[in-house]
Structures are given as C-alpha cells and as structure tokens.
C-alpha cells in the first residue's frame, strides 16, 4: 500500500508540474504574441504616417496650398503649414493609428516651380513623324501622337560621353530609357515603320507609349478621359484627360493681342474709324501745299489730300500728325517719306515704294507711328520701320531690302517676299499666306514671330541670326521647298496643319503641328522628305506656349 501511495503521490506530483510548466509556456506564448501585435502595429502606424507625408509631396506638387490645409483619410491624418508668399515651404504633420499604437510623422517640404517648353525639346505633332532619310538626334526628341515612319534603319542618337564630347551611336548601343525617352508614341498610335525594328515598334505601335501631346484632351464624360498614361512633359503618371498638351496656336488672339484687331477686321477701316479730316490740301502744286500744310499742323491733326502725284522729293509727317491719302500713294524712285515719332500715314488706295535702276525710293517710319493700306502695298524700295506699324488690307510685296526692328507688319491679304528684308524683335501677320520665293533669305533676329491664318510656303530660303530663336505659327501648313538648315540658330513652328521638309534638314529647334486635329489622327503630322539632323536648343521666344512643373523636395523628417 505505501508503494502505491508513493507511486501515486509521485504521478500527482508530475502532473501538476507539467501543468505549471503548460501555464508558464502559454503565459509565455501570449505575452509573445501581444509583444508582436505591438510590434506589427507600430510597423504599421509608422508606415501609414510615412505615406501621409508621401500624400502631402504629391497634393503640394500639384496644388500648390497657400492656406493651412488637412488632409484625412481612414489611415492618417495629415496637416500642411504653408509659410513664405507665395509659399516655398511646408510644415507637414502626418498622425496614424493602427490597434493600439499611435505615429507621427513629420517634415519640412521645399517647393520650387520650373517652367519648361516642349518646342526646347523636339518635333510634336498630333499626327505621324515620317521621315524618308538618314536619322541623327542631338538629345532631341521624335514623337507623333499616331506613330511614325522613318525610313532609316538605324537611326543615330547623339550624347556627350564621359569625356564631354558629344558621340553618335546606333540605337542598340543606346540604353533603353534614353531610347524610349527620345522615340515616342501615344496610347492612340496606330503606326510604327520599321515594323522589324524591335528597339521601337512592337505590334505595328511605337514601343514607348505615353500619353497624347496635342490639342485639346477629350471631356470628361469620354471613356478615354481616365485611361491612364505616361505624361512625358512632366514626367509623371496621369490620364489621358489630364496630361499636359501643347495646344493649337490661337490666331484670334494672336491677332487681338498683338493688332488689336479681329481676323476679319479690315485695318485701314479700323485706323481711319471715327476720325474726320481737320485739314484738306487741294489745288495746283499739290506736293509743294501739302508740305506747307504738313509743316504747319499741329499734333493730332488729320491732313487730307486726293489724287495725290508720285512722291519724288522729301516729305516729312511731323510727330502726332495724320497724312490720308485718298487714292492711291507711289513714293517715286527720287522721293523719300519720313514719319516722325507718332505719325501717319493712310492710303486709302495701293502704296508704292518705288525703285528704278540703282535708285529707289526710301519709307522711313518712326516709333509709335503708323503706315496703313486699303489695297495692296509694293515695297521696291528702301523701307526702315524702327518701333512702327505697318499694315495692308491687301498684300504686301517685299521687292527689296527692307529693315524692321520691334515693328508690327500685317498684309491681310497674304505676305510676299521676293528680296531679303530683316525683322528684329518684330511681329510679322498674314491674315493669308506667306511665300518665300527666289534664293532670298530674309532674316529673322532676337524674338521674332511670322504668324499667318493660312500656310507658309518656302520656295528659297529662311535664316536667322546668331542667338536668334524666331517663331513661326500658321493656320495651314508650312512647307519648305528647299534644304533647310539654322546652324548658327534657332527656330520655332507651331501650325494646325502639317510641317514638310523636301530635302536634307539640319534643324535647331523645336515643331509642334497638328497634323490632324483629332488626337487619334494617323496623318503626318512632319514630313521630312530627306535626311534630318535635330539639335535641341537652349534658346527661347517669348510667345511660346509653356507649362509649371512643380518639384517638392523633403528639406528635412523624422
């Protein structure tokens, strides 16, 4: 009996030890788990206050707050400090909470804005790139909302190398970010020739697809507003409805901006509007009584003169006085007119500036002062407009050399240059066209702008100055018929229609067209029916559509 006694004793006694140790293990295993839970939900907290902050870099980025602003959501709670006017800086605060541990997240966010232009990039166009030659792109960069076609096998990309000097490589020698950055198509291109070239068509689509680059994006009620794209001039995501786009060159207010005038406005009826002659020259000796009478007027007066005979000495229209001629007005050969600071002069006929031989007639027109035509005005001789205006409700012929420095020219009736006039800083409209004929090379300095409603049409040459970048907009298409090449510049096309090169281009610059309005066109948009080498540039013009991206940088966190 006592060993069994002992024996039971001894197998109570293990059994309560086994549990102890049971208990004390699942004491043990809960306090693990609890410690865990806690571990995770500090994890989880800190990493919820750490996305509000990321939430906070990218509502700065876009929206810019000038207020104190809150931002919450199931996870966090975020609070934004702006501070500077406007704001540079930003106070974040970001608090989370997950099971029972709490985080708080904090920052200081710089914000700084850059301002860019997609025409200082490369060639855009709603439509297709084709090009019928060799390829060589200096950083510069090729994209068609509906593909491309280039007829060149192996394209040539052109970057400095280590050593800084620039290297031109095939496009299989090229990393594939910088090819894909540099040969772009939208989510809507339905073109990509070569078809084997495997670097960039895939499918019979470029492979690099981003979002569209032209026009207007689709409204909001579209199906395709939300598709999700690649916006390459940020360089960010977005959608197809909210990327950046380079929009169609406005010509109406282009014209209201700069001429004050509508498209269908007739301008010698717009400056003559409401202003009755003060002064009438009539009689014998018409050229001798209109000097004396121009002589003697005062500021503001508006002198009057029909049938008036060529011009064939020198006249002057003083400083705030109006000449209107009723009729037509030739300045011959011998004769020169002057308009001093203010004037004008209204021709309610066709103006001639004429030359003969060696002889030829000379327009010079001041700051501030006016030369304006009913029909068409011929400039065969010297014309210096230095701070004027000149317009024509017909065409202007350029026959000669011609000098115009921050001048505004109009030819509502198309532009015509035959010789090699220079605008420096000035604005030059066509409510037409604009034909470039002969081997003349007008030249375009400093921040110029050829704008015309209808097409562009180079039958000889364009130039500009060194450091020049000027900017060519049309309503039609520009058409070059001729080699083309800027070495020693820059220069701008921005056309609803389509831009075409008929021979070797060497272009500094940049081009967006149309192409074909819609964004989902696969007409060319630029052709170029040669070779092209394309540089970009770091020069600018003024009237160029730009748009902000924003960059937030974490100045400091914990």
Same mark, same amino acid.
């Given at each position: 009996?006592?060993?069994?006694?002992?024996?039971?004793?001894?197998?109570?006694?293990?059994?309560?030890?086994?549990?102890?140790?049971?208990?004390?293990?699942?004491?043990?295993?809960?306090?693990?788990?609890?410690?865990?839970?806690?571990?995770?939900?500090?994890?989880?907290?800190?990493?919820?206050?750490?996305?509000?902050?990321?939430?906070?870099?990218?509502?700065?980025?876009?929206?810019?707050?000038?207020?104190?602003?809150?931002?919450?959501?199931?996870?966090?709670?975020?609070?934004?400090?702006?501070?500077?006017?406007?704001?540079?800086?930003?106070?974040?605060?970001?608090?989370?909470?997950?099971?029972?541990?709490?985080?708080?997240?904090?920052?200081?966010?710089?914000?700084?804005?850059?301002?860019?232009?997609?025409?200082?990039?490369?060639?855009?166009?709603?439509?297709?790139?084709?090009?019928?030659?060799?390829?060589?792109?200096?950083?510069?960069?090729?994209?068609?909302?509906?593909?491309?076609?280039?007829?060149?096998?192996?394209?040539?990309?052109?970057?400095?190398?280590?050593?800084?000097?620039?290297?031109?490589?095939?496009?299989?020698?090229?990393?594939?970010?910088?090819?894909?950055?540099?040969?772009?198509?939208?989510?809507?291109?339905?073109?990509?020739?070569?078809?084997?070239?495997?670097?960039?068509?895939?499918?019979?689509?470029?492979?690099?697809?981003?979002?569209?680059?032209?026009?207007?994006?689709?409204?909001?009620?579209?199906?395709?507003?939300?598709?999700?794209?690649?916006?390459?001039?940020?360089?960010?995501?977005?959608?197809?409805?909210?990327?950046?786009?380079?929009?169609?060159?406005?010509?109406?207010?282009?014209?209201?901006?700069?001429?004050?005038?509508?498209?269908?406005?007739?301008?010698?009826?717009?400056?003559?509007?409401?202003?009755?002659?003060?002064?009438?020259?009539?009689?014998?000796?018409?050229?001798?009584?209109?000097?004396?009478?121009?002589?003697?007027?005062?500021?503001?007066?508006?002198?009057?003169?029909?049938?008036?005979?060529?011009?064939?000495?020198?006249?002057?229209?003083?400083?705030?006085?109006?000449?209107?001629?009723?009729?037509?007005?030739?300045?011959?050969?011998?004769?020169?007119?002057?308009?001093?600071?203010?004037?004008?002069?209204?021709?309610?006929?066709?103006?001639?500036?004429?030359?003969?031989?060696?002889?030829?007639?000379?327009?010079?027109?001041?700051?501030?002062?006016?030369?304006?035509?009913?029909?068409?005005?011929?400039?065969?001789?010297?014309?210096?407009?230095?701070?004027?205006?000149?317009?024509?409700?017909?065409?202007?012929?350029?026959?000669?050399?011609?000098?115009?420095?921050?001048?505004?020219?109009?030819?509502?009736?198309?532009?015509?240059?035959?010789?090699?006039?220079?605008?420096?800083?000035?604005?030059?409209? =066509? @409510?037409?066209?604009? #034909? $470039? +004929? *002969?081997?003349?090379?007008?030249?375009? &300095?400093? !921040?110029?702008?050829?704008?015309?409603?209808?097409?562009?049409?180079?039958?000889?040459?364009?130039?500009?100055?060194?450091?020049?970048?000027?900017?060519?907009? =049309? @309503?039609?298409?520009? #058409? $070059? +018929? *001729?080699?083309?090449?800027?070495?020693? &510049?820059? !220069?701008?096309?921005?056309?609803?229609?389509?831009?075409?090169?008929?021979?070797?281009?060497?272009?500094?610059?940049?081009?967006?067209?149309?192409?074909?309005?819609?964004?989902?066109?696969?007409?060319?948009?630029?052709?170029?029916?040669?070779?092209?080498?394309?540089?970009?540039?770091?020069?600018?013009?003024?009237?160029?559509?730009?748009?902000?991206?924003?960059?937030?940088?974490?100045?400091?966190?914990?």
């Amino acid at each position: 009996m006592r060993r069994e006694g002992f024996a039971l004793a001894a197998v109570l006694g293990v059994m309560v030890a086994v549990l102890m140790l049971g208990l004390s293990l699942a004491f043990l295993a809960q306090g693990n788990l609890e410690t865990a839970r806690n571990l995770r939900d500090k994890a989880r907290a800190k990493a919820l206050a750490e996305g509000g902050i990321a939430h906070a870099v990218a509502y700065i980025k876009a929206q810019a707050p000038t207020q104190n602003t809150r931002l919450e959501t199931a996870d966090y709670e975020v609070s934004i400090t702006p501070s500077g006017n406007p704001p540079t800086q930003y106070e974040v605060v970001s608090t989370a909470t997950a099971g029972q541990a709490t985080h708080t997240a904090k920052a200081v966010l710089t914000r700084s804005v850059e301002v860019r232009s997609a025409f200082r990039e490369g060639w855009f166009t709603g439509g297709r790139v084709s090009i019928n030659g060799q390829i060589r792109l200096y950083g510069a960069r090729l994209h068609g909302d509906g593909g491309y076609t280039l007829n060149d096998a192996n394209p040539e990309i052109c970057l400095p190398n280590a050593s800084g000097t620039v290297e031109c490589k095939g496009l299989s020698q090229i990393d594939e970010a910088t090819r894909k950055a540099l040969f772009t198509g939208s989510v809507y291109a339905t073109t990509c020739n070569p078809a084997n070239n495997a670097l960039l068509c895939s499918g019979g689509k470029p492979v690099s697809l981003v979002c569209p680059v032209w026009g207007n994006p689709p409204s909001p009620t579209s199906s395709d507003y939300n598709t999700p794209c690649y916006d390459s001039l940020k360089g960010a995501m977005a959608t197809v409805g909210t990327a950046t786009r380079i929009p169609a060159p406005d010509l109406p207010d282009l014209w209201s901006t700069h001429l004050g005038l509508s498209l269908a406005d007739n301008p010698y009826a717009k400056a003559t509007e409401n202003r009755p002659c003060t002064l009438t020259v009539s009689g014998n000796n018409l050229l001798s009584a209109l000097a004396t009478t121009l002589a003697g007027a005062a500021s503001g007066a508006v002198v009057c003169v029909s049938n008036l005979p060529d011009l064939n000495t020198a006249l002057t229209i003083p400083s705030g006085v109006t000449l209107r001629v009723e009729g037509n007005f030739k300045v011959g050969a011998s004769g020169s007119l002057t308009l001093a600071e203010g004037a004008r002069l209204e021709v309610s006929g066709e103006l001639q500036v004429a030359r003969r031989g060696n002889q030829q007639a000379t327009l010079t027109v001041g700051q501030n002062a006016l030369v304006v035509s009913q029909n068409n005005a011929i400039l065969d001789g010297q014309v210096t407009v230095n701070g004027g205006r000149f317009l024509s409700n017909g065409e202007i012929q350029f026959k000669s050399d011609a000098a115009f420095t921050n001048a505004t020219v109009y030819g509502k009736n198309g532009l015509q240059f035959n010789a090699q006039p220079s605008f420096t800083d000035s604005k030059v409209f =066509s @409510g037409s066209g604009a #034909t $470039f +004929n *002969g081997n003349n090379r007008p030249l375009f &300095s400093g !921040s110029s702008l050829l704008a015309a409603q209808n097409s562009i049409t180079f039958n000889g040459r364009l130039q500009s100055s060194a450091n020049a970048s000027p900017l060519l907009i =049309s @309503g039609g298409d520009v #058409t $070059f +018929n *001729g080699s083309y090449s800027n070495e020693q &510049s820059a !220069s701008f096309i921005w056309t609803t229609g389509k831009v075409i090169l008929n021979g070797n281009t060497t272009y500094r610059g940049g081009i967006a067209s149309g192409g074909g309005v819609d964004t989902s066109s696969s007409s060319d948009g630029i052709v170029v029916n040669g070779g092209l080498t394309l540089y970009t540039t770091g020069l600018n013009n003024d009237l160029l559509p730009t748009y902000t991206v924003s960059q937030v940088q974490v100045a400091w966190r914990r």
